[in-house]
């Protein structure tokens, strides 16, 4: 359960954290962007009792900093579910190192160190052209070609006397394709290839089951030995079995990226918050599952994440806890 914050006018609490973690001092405030003191404690405790090198003295302070307000409680349980959730309990054969050096890496991991998707860095050294985690980057390519990079995307260019020739690397990019009958361009990501046919095409390099979508024009597509022509206004689908299934699909929608806009039609939450983290360092948690099935209709702005959580949160009634800036958990109301 997640708790109101307090009124200014609430009494001062006892902070009793970790050995090493400061959480000491008066009234409770909220911490530099937004992050909650009692949630960081809790989040302290749950890395230290997960910790082989906990002691009984570590168990009995903790106990009383529980005691001393439902809030703490109710903190330590949301963190703890979390944690196991995330999987990231320490493994518990003794290590090297003190206490407070595995509290510490386990406090950073729990509050955003290893939710941040995997180092883009060496797709970046690998690119041509590259885009940051919330931006939008633009490039016209050699022979006349335009391609638009969502956000952390990273493409290198292959082209050849025989070829024009693109690997996705990471992400999201859309292409304006320039006619050379001479030269097919193609677009080959993980276990994918996009082969235009003079046209407006976006490929996805994420995972998602829907990687290839044609605004113009069409596409002939390759995956695991399957092939499918895909034409405007279609997108095509990666089902469990590797085949390909093409369908009726908003590409223009699903292309709204582009111009700064995420648009939503009826989509579950859960899908709504997922297209949402791509936009912004660490991670957004969804702690209720039949939360995320409720649906969402509106248009966000990628630049600004942080807003259209706190539209969600309006609309929804749902709970929105900034624990850190990599770090926000999404849950029902109290």
């Known amino acids: 359960m997640i708790y109101e914050e307090q009124e200014s006018a609430a009494p001062i609490r006892p902070r009793w954290g970790p050995e090493g973690v400061d959480v000491a001092g008066g009234e409770e405030a909220e911490g530099e962007g937004g992050e909650d003191p009692i949630y960081e404690a809790a989040a302290t405790w749950v890395a230290r009792l997960s910790s082989s090198d906990a002691s009984a ?28 959730r995330l999987g990231h309990l320490p493994d518990p054969r003794p290590r090297r ?50 391609v638009d990079l969502n956000t952390d995307t990273a493409i290198a260019l292959r082209f050849s006397e025989g070829e024009r020739g693109v690997e996705l690397l990471r992400g999201e990019a859309s ?13 080959r990501g993980p276990g994918l290839s996009v082969r235009a046919i003079g046209t407006r095409f976006f490929v996805r390099a994420d995972g ?11 596409v002939a597509v390759s995956a695991a030995g399957r092939h499918a022509v895909v034409s405007a206004g279609e997108a095509v689908r990666v089902d469990a079995d590797a085949s390909l299934t093409v369908a009726a699909a908003d590409v223009e929608r699903a292309m709204a990226w582009r111009e700064d806009r995420l648009l939503f039609s009826g989509e579950p939450l859960a899908r709504v918050l997922a297209e949402l983290g791509r936009y912004r360092h660490g991670r957004i948690v969804l702690l209720d599952r039949r939360l995320g099935e409720r649906r969402v209709t509106g248009a966000f702005d990628p630049r600004n994440t942080d807003e259209a959580l706190d539209a969600i949160a309006a609309t929804m009634g749902v709970r929105i806890r900034r ?9 029902s109301p109290v």
């Not at 005691?67 to 949301?78: G, I, R, T, V």
């Not at 624990?323 to 849950?331: E, I, R």
């Open 57 to 84: 003295s570590d168990r009995n302070r903790f106990e009383r900093w529980r005691a001393a307000d439902p809030a703490h409680a109710a903190a330590y349980a949301e963190m703890d579910a979390l944690w196991r």
């Open 97 to 146: 190192g003190g206490a407070k050096t595995l509290a510490g890496l386990a406090l950073a991991l729990l509050l955003g160190g290893a939710l941040v998707s995997q180092s883009p860095l060496l797709d970046r050294l690998r690119a041509d052209h590259w885009s940051g985690v919330g931006a939008i980057e633009r490039a016209t390519l050699a022979d006349g070609s335009r």
């Open 175 to 187: 292409f304006d394709v320039a006619p050379d009958a001479d030269r097919p361009f193609v677009v």
């Open 208 to 218: 998602a089951s829907s990687p290839v979508g044609v605004a113009e024009g069409r």
């Open 323 to 331: 624990l850190s800036p990599l770090l926000v958990l999404v849950g």
